[in-house]
Nanobody, 122 residues
Framework: QVQLVESGGGLVQAGGSLRLSCAAS????????MGWFRRPPGKEREFVAG????????YYSDSVKGRFTISSDNAKNTVYLQMNSLNPEDTAVYYC???????????????WGQGTQVTVSS
């Protein structure tokens, strides 16, 4: 079991930046692949970014590639999502997810945080 708590969401103007954090507790953090997903208003939850257990491999959806950066600090049991050049289409509830299988698909993750709202104004 692992518990995930996201933080760092908020309201930002277009072109601005935010950094989301996801603190994990429970079983060994380094056993899990981590991912960030988001659910825009009225849409399905979608993959944003993922990171391997060691943190050496990262991958992104096309919509955020080059603007968002996922990273992890295993000593702090925390994964981050640095979001730059935000635009209104990035408005969503952002979720952190963990699983030993984790990839880019929702059903590859068994553990989820409660989500944090990100709103980008134009």
């Amino acid at each position: 079991q692992v518990q995930l708590v996201e933080s760092g969401g908020g309201l930002v103007q277009a072109g601005g930046s935010l950094r989301l954090s996801c603190a994990a507790s429970g079983r060994t953090f380094s056993s899990y692949r981590m991912g960030w997903f988001r659910r825009p208003p009225g849409k399905e939850r979608e993959f944003v970014a993922g990171i391997s257990r060691s943190g050496s491999r990262t991958y992104y959806s096309d919509s955020v590639k080059g603007r968002f950066t996922i990273s992890s600090d295993n000593a702090k049991n925390t994964v981050y999502l640095q979001m730059n050049s935000l635009n209104p289409e990035d408005t969503a509830v952002y979720y952190c997810a963990a699983d030993p299988r984790g990839g880019s698909l929702l059903d590859e993750y068994d553990y989820w945080g409660q989500g944090t709202q990100v709103t980008v104004s134009s």
